[in-house]
């Protein structure tokens, strides 16, 4: 099997589950939105147009801290059956599976909300596009602030923002290579907070390495959104496109996120201890 998990300590679907995310790794960006992008080439300029970098940066900036205000703690409390938050990540007293099964909900219903929204925005061509952006980046960054609390993790510093943009960067990788860049930085920035490592890091500013730029990020999601985009310009299929692509970016999102709070959650339960398990 390799290194990276310990056998001894799992169970069946711990193991499950860490197959899955190591397989999720290997997947190529979604094959949907390069097939999209290759034939609604003609007015992609169009879409750029609307949504310049500098745009996405600003939104990126003032929404990572108001999508944690909208994440539904509560919900997830109630529905966890727990006290507090992080009982969710103490495996003593949750499981994975149970975690997971949080996470569908919130997984499900974001993909449709998301897929209403885009529908609504897209039938009105090119010109709901300036629109549905910073709606389906605001919901993006809720589904992970909320997905990351079905875990046991809440989103209180600097840490904890950057966590988040490093899924999103994830999500919203348009080649392979962007892909590995961000998982690499995520487990860097996973390993840090475990340790509690960051603020004496940042304090001796050595910690330019695994920090997810805002105008990095910026400029890949412009791309990406560019790529889904591009056919809801055309007023006579936009409905569907938007719906569509909408839901398919969240899902996307979603999927980052359960997979990367998956790992965090077996790291900080002990069961990731770089342990040779060999061949099954």
């Not at 003032?62 to 409390?77: P, T």
Request: proline fraction near 2%; charge should be neutral; aromatic fraction near 6%.
């Amino acid at each position: 099997m390799g290194k990276d998990v310990d056998c001894s300590k799992m169970i069946g679907y711990e193991f499950e589950q860490f197959n899955a995310i190591e397989k999720w790794k290997l997947e190529e960006p979604s094959v949907l939105t390069k097939a999209f992008g290759t034939v609604a080439k003609p007015v992609a300029w169009m879409v750029q147009k609307l949504i310049p970098q500098g745009a996405i940066e600003s939104v990126l900036k003032g929404l990572n801290a108001l999508a944690s205000k909208f994440s539904d703690r509560e919900d997830i409390i109630r529905d966890g059956g727990i006290e507090r938050i992080r009982d969710l990540r103490d495996r003593r007293k949750k499981s994975l599976e149970e975690c997971d099964r949080l996470a569908d909900n919130v997984h499900n219903w974001a993909v449709g909300a998301a897929s209403v929204e885009g529908g609504v925005t897209g039938a009105v061509g090119i010109v709901g596009i300036a629109i549905d952006t910073p709606a389906i980046l605001t919901m993006g960054l809720r589904v992970i602030y909320k997905i990351g609390l079905c875990y046991g993790y809440e989103f209180n510093d600097e840490a904890d923002k950057q966590f988040v943009l490093g899924i999103l960067s994830v999500a919203s990788a348009n080649t392979m290579s962007e892909k590995n860049t961000s998982l690499v930085l995520l487990k860097q920035m996973s390993m840090l907070v475990a340790k509690t490592a960051w603020k004496n890091m940042a304090e001796k500013g050595v910690i330019g390495s695994a920090v997810i730029t805002i105008r990095n990020l910026a400029k890949q999601i412009g791309i990406n959104i560019t790529k889904r985009k591009a056919m809801q310009a055309i007023p006579v299929v936009g409905a569907g496109v938007g719906a569509a692509m909408n839901a398919k970016y969240i899902n996307d999102i979603a999927w980052a996120a359960r997979r990367t709070f998956q790992e965090r959650w077996l790291r900080d339960n002990d069961l990731l201890n770089d342990v040779d398990c060999g061949e099954d």
